[in-house]
Protein backbone atom coordinates (compact mmCIF):
# COMPACT_ATOMS: atom_id res chain seq x y z
CA UNK A 1 0.00 0.00 0.00
CA UNK A 2 0.46 3.82 0.11
CA UNK A 3 3.67 4.49 2.09
CA UNK A 4 5.45 7.86 3.32
CA UNK A 5 8.92 7.80 4.72
CA UNK A 6 10.25 10.85 6.66
CA UNK A 7 13.75 11.84 6.93
CA UNK A 8 15.31 12.96 9.44
CA UNK A 9 13.43 11.68 12.44
CA UNK A 10 14.41 14.41 14.61
CA UNK A 11 16.47 17.56 13.65
CA UNK A 12 18.59 19.89 16.84
CA UNK A 13 19.84 22.93 15.44
CA UNK A 14 20.84 26.68 16.13
CA UNK A 15 18.52 29.40 15.57
CA UNK A 16 19.54 30.23 12.37
CA UNK A 17 20.33 27.72 10.46
CA UNK A 18 18.65 26.39 7.35
CA UNK A 19 16.72 23.13 7.60
CA UNK A 20 16.07 20.72 4.99
CA UNK A 21 14.17 17.57 5.60
CA UNK A 22 12.21 15.07 3.08
CA UNK A 23 9.98 12.60 1.74
CA UNK A 24 9.73 9.27 -0.26
CA UNK A 25 7.28 7.00 -1.07
CA UNK A 26 7.43 3.61 -3.19
CA UNK A 27 4.30 4.78 -4.75
CA UNK A 28 2.98 7.87 -7.04
CA UNK A 29 1.48 10.34 -5.06
CA UNK A 30 -0.42 13.46 -7.01
CA UNK A 31 -0.93 16.13 -4.08
CA UNK A 32 2.08 16.80 -1.28
CA UNK A 33 1.30 18.20 1.22
CA UNK A 34 3.13 19.90 4.31
CA UNK A 35 2.10 20.18 7.70
CA UNK A 36 3.34 21.43 10.95
CA UNK A 37 2.12 19.87 14.18
CA UNK A 38 2.39 21.71 17.70
CA UNK A 39 2.43 19.90 20.81
CA UNK A 40 -1.19 19.43 21.72
CA UNK A 41 -2.27 21.18 18.36
CA UNK A 42 -3.39 19.50 15.41
CA UNK A 43 -1.52 19.63 11.92
CA UNK A 44 -1.57 23.04 10.30
CA UNK A 45 -1.21 23.05 6.39
CA UNK A 46 2.01 24.82 5.80
CA UNK A 47 2.67 24.42 1.91
CA UNK A 48 0.23 22.10 -0.66
CA UNK A 49 2.20 20.78 -4.18
CA UNK A 50 -0.18 20.02 -7.07
CA UNK A 51 2.04 19.23 -9.80
CA UNK A 52 5.40 17.51 -10.36
CA UNK A 53 8.62 19.75 -10.48
CA UNK A 54 6.52 22.36 -8.65
CA UNK A 55 8.53 24.96 -6.23
CA UNK A 56 6.22 26.35 -3.82
CA UNK A 57 6.95 28.55 -1.18
CA UNK A 58 5.74 30.27 1.70
CA UNK A 59 7.64 32.98 3.83
CA UNK A 60 10.94 31.34 5.09
CA UNK A 61 9.37 27.87 3.61
CA UNK A 62 10.04 26.21 0.20
CA UNK A 63 8.94 22.95 -1.06
CA UNK A 64 9.22 20.58 -4.09
CA UNK A 65 7.37 18.41 -5.60
CA UNK A 66 9.52 15.35 -7.12
CA UNK A 67 9.83 15.05 -10.38
CA UNK A 68 9.26 11.18 -9.93
CA UNK A 69 6.07 12.05 -8.10
CA UNK A 70 7.42 10.17 -5.20
CA UNK A 71 9.14 12.24 -3.33
CA UNK A 72 8.86 15.89 -2.08
CA UNK A 73 11.28 18.14 0.51
CA UNK A 74 10.42 21.16 2.67
CA UNK A 75 13.55 23.40 3.35
CA UNK A 76 13.40 26.14 6.10
CA UNK A 77 15.74 29.09 5.79
CA UNK A 78 17.31 30.86 8.51
CA UNK A 79 15.61 28.88 11.42
CA UNK A 80 13.40 30.44 14.60
CA UNK A 81 12.63 28.95 17.94
CA UNK A 82 8.82 29.16 16.56
CA UNK A 83 9.45 27.00 13.77
CA UNK A 84 9.91 24.02 16.79
CA UNK A 85 7.50 21.45 15.92
CA UNK A 86 6.77 18.01 14.14
CA UNK A 87 7.08 18.45 10.53
CA UNK A 88 4.38 15.86 8.42
CA UNK A 89 4.50 14.92 4.56
CA UNK A 90 1.56 14.09 3.91
CA UNK A 91 -0.88 12.38 0.84
CA UNK A 92 -3.92 12.21 -0.25
CA UNK A 93 -5.05 7.97 -0.70
CA UNK A 94 -6.28 7.54 -4.08
CA UNK A 95 -9.48 6.10 -4.59
CA UNK A 96 -10.92 3.27 -7.14
CA UNK A 97 -12.13 5.60 -8.95
CA UNK A 98 -9.02 7.87 -9.34
CA UNK A 99 -10.70 10.74 -6.83
CA UNK A 100 -8.70 11.75 -3.45
CA UNK A 101 -10.00 10.41 -0.44
CA UNK A 102 -8.09 10.18 3.21
CA UNK A 103 -4.76 11.43 3.90
CA UNK A 104 -1.84 9.13 4.19
CA UNK A 105 1.04 10.62 6.61
CA UNK A 106 4.25 10.04 7.45
CA UNK A 107 6.05 9.82 10.62
CA UNK A 108 7.15 13.47 10.77
CA UNK A 109 10.58 15.01 11.33
CA UNK A 110 10.51 16.50 14.76
CA UNK A 111 12.35 19.96 14.73
CA UNK A 112 14.54 21.44 17.92
CA UNK A 113 15.61 25.26 17.91
CA UNK A 114 18.52 25.90 19.94
CA UNK A 115 18.27 29.80 20.64
CA UNK B 1 -12.92 32.02 15.59
CA UNK B 2 -14.42 29.40 12.21
CA UNK B 3 -12.09 26.91 11.91
CA UNK B 4 -12.69 23.15 12.85
CA UNK B 5 -13.47 23.06 16.89
CA UNK B 6 -13.64 19.93 19.29
CA UNK B 7 -15.24 18.79 22.25
CA UNK B 8 -14.02 18.01 24.63
CA UNK B 9 -9.92 18.70 24.31
CA UNK B 10 -8.95 16.08 27.25
CA UNK B 11 -10.86 13.04 28.43
CA UNK B 12 -9.48 10.97 30.93
CA UNK B 13 -11.60 7.43 31.43
CA UNK B 14 -11.47 4.13 32.82
CA UNK B 15 -11.64 0.87 30.54
CA UNK B 16 -14.82 -0.15 29.84
CA UNK B 17 -16.38 3.50 30.06
CA UNK B 18 -18.22 4.38 26.86
CA UNK B 19 -16.88 7.81 25.20
CA UNK B 20 -18.22 10.32 22.93
CA UNK B 21 -16.04 13.06 20.60
CA UNK B 22 -18.14 16.22 18.91
CA UNK B 23 -16.43 17.69 16.08
CA UNK B 24 -17.66 21.04 14.41
CA UNK B 25 -16.36 21.71 10.84
CA UNK B 26 -15.44 24.71 9.07
CA UNK B 27 -19.07 25.89 8.19
CA UNK B 28 -20.37 24.52 4.55
CA UNK B 29 -17.30 22.60 4.41
CA UNK B 30 -19.48 19.66 2.94
CA UNK B 31 -16.38 16.35 4.06
CA UNK B 32 -15.40 15.64 7.33
CA UNK B 33 -12.54 13.12 8.72
CA UNK B 34 -11.82 11.19 11.75
CA UNK B 35 -8.10 10.21 12.22
CA UNK B 36 -6.37 9.00 14.99
CA UNK B 37 -2.42 9.74 15.86
CA UNK B 38 -0.73 8.11 19.00
CA UNK B 39 2.61 9.06 19.90
CA UNK B 40 5.68 9.28 17.48
CA UNK B 41 3.42 8.39 14.38
CA UNK B 42 1.39 10.62 11.79
CA UNK B 43 -2.34 10.46 12.22
CA UNK B 44 -4.21 7.57 10.43
CA UNK B 45 -7.48 7.78 8.98
CA UNK B 46 -10.38 6.13 10.70
CA UNK B 47 -13.71 7.36 8.40
CA UNK B 48 -15.14 9.80 6.82
CA UNK B 49 -18.29 11.77 5.38
CA UNK B 50 -19.78 13.32 2.67
CA UNK B 51 -22.06 15.48 3.95
CA UNK B 52 -24.21 13.15 5.91
CA UNK B 53 -23.01 9.99 4.34
CA UNK B 54 -19.93 8.36 5.87
CA UNK B 55 -18.41 6.63 2.30
CA UNK B 56 -15.22 4.80 4.06
CA UNK B 57 -14.47 3.09 7.05
CA UNK B 58 -10.98 2.01 8.24
CA UNK B 59 -9.68 -1.33 9.19
CA UNK B 60 -8.67 0.60 12.11
CA UNK B 61 -12.23 1.17 13.24
CA UNK B 62 -13.10 -2.01 14.99
CA UNK B 63 -17.21 -2.32 15.59
CA UNK B 64 -16.84 -0.55 19.26
CA UNK B 65 -16.39 2.62 17.28
CA UNK B 66 -18.98 4.28 15.34
CA UNK B 67 -19.48 8.11 13.89
CA UNK B 68 -22.22 9.50 12.85
CA UNK B 69 -22.97 13.43 10.95
CA UNK B 70 -26.92 13.92 10.91
CA UNK B 71 -27.63 16.88 8.86
CA UNK B 72 -24.43 16.50 7.68
CA UNK B 73 -23.08 19.17 10.09
CA UNK B 74 -21.49 17.93 13.43
CA UNK B 75 -20.03 14.84 14.20
CA UNK B 76 -19.85 12.76 16.96
CA UNK B 77 -17.12 9.57 17.21
CA UNK B 78 -18.25 7.35 20.04
CA UNK B 79 -16.07 4.84 21.65
CA UNK B 80 -17.82 1.85 23.49
CA UNK B 81 -15.67 0.11 25.89
CA UNK B 82 -12.48 1.99 25.92
CA UNK B 83 -9.45 0.13 26.05
CA UNK B 84 -6.27 1.58 27.15
CA UNK B 85 -5.10 0.46 23.58
CA UNK B 86 -7.60 3.51 22.82
CA UNK B 87 -5.31 5.99 24.27
CA UNK B 88 -4.72 8.46 21.29
CA UNK B 89 -5.03 11.66 19.78
CA UNK B 90 -8.58 11.88 17.92
CA UNK B 91 -8.24 14.24 14.96
CA UNK B 92 -11.42 15.49 12.99
CA UNK B 93 -10.73 17.47 9.97
CA UNK B 94 -13.24 19.16 7.20
CA UNK B 95 -13.22 20.34 3.53
CA UNK B 96 -14.84 22.14 0.71
CA UNK B 97 -15.01 19.22 -2.31
CA UNK B 98 -16.82 20.55 -5.51
CA UNK B 99 -16.89 19.06 -9.07
CA UNK B 100 -14.92 21.87 -10.58
CA UNK B 101 -11.89 20.32 -10.29
CA UNK B 102 -11.12 22.37 -7.13
CA UNK B 103 -8.14 20.76 -5.04
CA UNK B 104 -9.11 19.71 -2.03
CA UNK B 105 -7.55 21.05 1.26
CA UNK B 106 -8.47 19.38 4.89
CA UNK B 107 -7.72 21.33 7.78
CA UNK B 108 -7.84 20.23 11.21
CA UNK B 109 -8.89 20.80 14.14
CA UNK B 110 -6.76 20.71 17.89
CA UNK B 111 -8.01 17.32 18.40
CA UNK B 112 -9.48 15.37 21.59
CA UNK B 113 -6.80 13.82 23.55
CA UNK B 114 -8.26 10.53 25.12
CA UNK B 115 -6.18 8.90 28.25
CA UNK B 116 -7.58 5.37 29.25
CA UNK B 117 -6.79 3.82 32.62
Known amino acids: GQQLNQSPQSMFIQEGEDVSMNCTSS?????WLWYKQEPGEGPVLLIA?????ELTSNGRLTAQFGITRKDSFLNISASIPSDVGIYFC???????????????FGKGTKLSVKP | DTGVSQDPRHKITKRGQNVTFRCDPI?????LYWYRQTLGQGPEFLTY????????KSRLLSDRFSAERPKGSFSTLEIQRTEQGDSAMYLC???????????????FGPGTRLLVL
Open chain 1, 49 to 53: LYKAG
Open chain 1, 90 to 104: AGPRLNYGGSQGNLI
Open chain 2, 93 to 107: ASSLVGSGGHHETQY
Open chain 2, 27 to 31: SEHNR
Open chain 1, 27 to 31: SIFNT
Open chain 2, 49 to 56: FQNEAQLE
